[in-house]
């Protein structure tokens, strides 16, 4: 369910937009159930469970089985939580099943997030079914409180969702949160949520797990962003997921930084398509990030800094290849450095509202071939020929 993959590096320390696919509908009780009297009968015990949720009735959640995720999720602001049986297996007294979990977070998500779960069931003595367990299907991500019971601290713009910190800490990303969301509304405009859900596991596993994914490729990467890239009309939830071992190491403006930049993922992610190249969408979100902070190009960019020195200035603009978490760390850095400084460039010679139009322009294509080409016409009057050599002399004049 992976749309796009996003990586970024700040500082020695990253910050990644990923795109991950979340989808649509509503809550309440799940829909059509199977013909099958027993999946029907479960069912309604989960729909029970789900409107005991909703409810905040934890005398009746029990009655449909194990407490541990009503008490893992209390704190969890929520709007809609459903199940939908996809498929049912029977052995002796108990049942696993299988089924789609959408829930909605109140007043961040315009549409429900949509995972798999397995579920186990056995059926009591008097002849019921009770729910014994309740975990990620195969090898979809774990959910927040999968790892245990979830704080929730709210900011002016920001929920922040935690596993093992205290509220106290969770503030801390909420105020970081909150200076991000009109920072990213300034540069690029107000249409979008404007408002931002973070999750902040216990440590990198907590995160790799969350994203479904080995802990090796993430670390050393700070904070990644999940998403449907390229859906304006409806907008799927969008998470912000940090990885407090990075991002601890981080300074104030570094973590400002990071936050800024994941946050400029939210708000772009409409107009962020296929046709996006990584530079653009990674630079762009490098470009709000550091506006303000003060730091100079050979500063913000220090491994394309040290490349340049030594002779060795990019022939091209980096490509998305170059964008890999799992490839080499300082060309990984340097791909980020050198889409940030292209779009600087393009704030510079031509204007930062012109930046914003050209973004647009080039995600208005669902397909990448004439896309970037007829974009840079269109709204910058160049080539990519052109652009590009114009790119070079600029980095080679920023940080020669």
């Not at 007043?107 to 367990?133: E, F, I, M």
């Not at 490729?217 to 907008?235: D, L, Q, W």
Request: a positive charge; charged letters at 20%; proline letters at 5%.
């Amino acid at each position: 369910m992976t749309v796009r993959g996003r990586a970024r590096r700040t500082w020695r320390a990253a910050a990644a937009g990923l795109c991950l696919l979340l989808l649509p509908p509503l809550a309440g009780c799940a829909g059509r159930t199977a013909a099958d009297p027993v999946t029907a009968e479960v069912q309604r015990v989960l729909d029970r469970r789900s409107t005991a949720l909703l409810g905040h009735d934890e005398t009746a959640f029990g009655a449909t089985g194990t407490r541990t995720s009503y008490v893992r999720l209390r704190a969890l602001p929520l709007t809609s939580w459903a199940y939908r049986v996809t498929a049912l297996r029977r052995g002796g007294s108990g049942a696993t099943a299988d089924a789609e979990l959408r829930y909605r977070v109140a007043g961040y998500d315009r549409a429900p997030v949509n995972v798999r779960r397995t579920l186990t069931l056995r059926r009591t003595g008097g002849g019921r079914w009770y729910v014994t367990g309740d975990r990620p299907a195969g090898k979809s991500g774990q959910q927040l409180w999968d790892q245990g019971p979830v704080t929730a601290v709210r900011g002016a713009h920001s929920l922040v969702l935690g596993t093992g910190q205290g509220a106290a800490e969770l503030r801390r990303y909420a105020r970081l949160a909150d200076r991000a969301v009109p920072a990213v509304s300034a540069a690029w405009g107000t249409a979008w949520t404007r408002r931002l859900v973070v999750l902040v596991p216990r440590n990198l596993t907590g995160m790799a797990a969350l994203l479904g994914s080995s802990a090796s490729g993430y670390r050393g990467i700070a904070a990644v962003t999940t998403g449907e890239a390229g859906s304006p009309g409806r907008t799927p939830a969008d998470r912000v997921v940090v990885n407090p071992e990075a991002y601890a190491v981080l300074g104030e403006t570094g973590k400002q930084v990071v936050l800024t930049h994941e946050t400029t993922h939210v708000a772009t992610r409409a107009h962020t398509t296929t046709a996006t190249p990584l530079w653009l969408s990674e630079g762009y979100a490098d470009w709000i990030g550091y506006l303000g902070t003060g730091r100079t190009p050979t500063e913000a960019a220090p491994e394309l800094s040290r490349a340049v020195r030594d002779g060795e200035v990019p022939t091209a603009l980096p490509a998305d290849g170059d964008f890999a978490f799992s490839g080499d760390p300082d060309r990984l850095a340097q791909a980020y450095e050198g889409g940030w400084l292209a779009c600087r460039m393009i704030a510079a010679h031509w204007d930062e509202s012109r930046l914003g139009a050209f973004y647009r322009a080039v995600g208005a294509h669902h397909k990448r071939a004439g896309a970037l080409e007829e974009a840079l016409r269109g709204t910058l009057g160049t080539t990519p020929e052109a652009f590009t050599a114009q790119w070079r002399d600029y980095v080679r004049d920023q940080l020669g």
